[in-house]
Nanobody, 124 residues
């Protein structure tokens, strides 16, 4: 079983940056694909970024490519999302998630474990 806890959300000005962290647990953490999803106001959760078990591959939603960076540190059982040049439309609750298998995946239903979410608000 994998437990995930996000942190780092908050209020930021458009064009600013914010770093999110996800603290994981469990002996098998390093075998899981990790991902970030976000739930925009009034919408279903959408894919943001994913990273493979050994950090060899990453994939991003088109809306965040070039602005967001996902990374992981398996020794620390941590996953990160560095968000730069933030836009108001990035405002959402951001969730860290784990998927068995190890390959990069973007489909929400393939993720088994989810964190509690952390609010990111981009506003002047």
């Amino acid at each position: 079983q994998v437990q995930l806890v996000e942190s780092g959300g908050g209020l930021v000005q458009p064009g600013g940056s914010l770093s999110l962290s996800c603290a994981g647990s469990g002996r098998t953490f390093s075998t899981y694909t990790m991902g970030w999803f976000r739930q925009l106001p009034g919408k279903e959760s959408e894919f943001v970024a994913t990273i493979s078990r050994n950090s060899g591959r990453t994939y991003y939603a088109d809306s965040v490519k070039g602005r967001f960076t996902i990374s992981r540190d398996n020794a620390k059982k941590m996953v990160y999302l560095q968000m730069n040049r933030l836009k108001p439309e990035d405002t959402a609750v951001y969730f860290c998630a784990a998927s068995p298998g190890g390959d990069i995946v973007a489909l929400r239903t393939l993720y088994t474990y989810w964190g509690q979410g952390t609010q990111v608000t981009v506003s002047s």
